[in-house]
């Protein structure tokens, strides 16, 4: 399994990746997937397997100082194995690069497993000011430097 990153300051990097996540995400009800929400000023990564097919995608977007954590969704063949972990520490990396000071992110109620993997990853549980993702999502934050 290998990361790839897809997209960044508008640009497609990997077209073929790109289309498959695209092809994903219009195909499969259950995929919460991207949307229109490649635009510019976010990332956007690819795990591919031996036949490089998507198992794990996630995005981030930056602004001012911070990043926001956008998606992230692992295949339920390889839940379990530390992949949505690696893709938290690769945002970071990220967001340490650009100078952001912070990250936030949320998830929805019913997503314990990825509140965990945040909190295993340093971030802690915030009441932003705006709930900018609905107010039934919990939030998470964590400072970088």
């Known amino acids: 399994m290998r990361f790839r990153k897809i997209f ?5 990097l990997d077209f073929a990746a790109y ?6 995400d219009a195909t ?3 995929f919460k997937g991207c949307n229109n929400e490649f635009k510019d000023n976010r990332d956007w990564w690819v795990i591919l397997d031996k036949r490089k097919q998507i198992i794990a995608y996630c995005g981030a977007g ?3 100082d ?6 992230a969704w692992v295949s ?17 990396k990220a967001a340490k690069a650009r100078k952001c000071n912070v990250a936030i ?4 109620l019913d997503n314990a497993p990825s509140g965990n993997n945040l909190i295993n990853c340093g971030f802690k549980m915030y009441s932003p000011e705006w709930a900018y993702a609905g107010k039934d999502m ?3 934050q964590k400072k970088i430097f």
């Open 28 to 30: 499969t009800p259950s």
């Open 62 to 64: 930056y602004s001012a």
């Open 76 to 92: 339920l063949k390889y839940r379990g194995k530390g992949l949505q972990k690696r893709m938290i520490a690769i945002r970071l």
């Open 105 to 108: 992110t949320y998830i929805t």
């Open 138 to 140: 919990i939030y998470f």
């Open 8 to 12: 960044t300051d508008g640009k497609i």
């Open 19 to 24: 289309t498959q996540l695209q092809v994903l």
């Open 66 to 71: 911070f990043s926001y954590f956008v998606r």
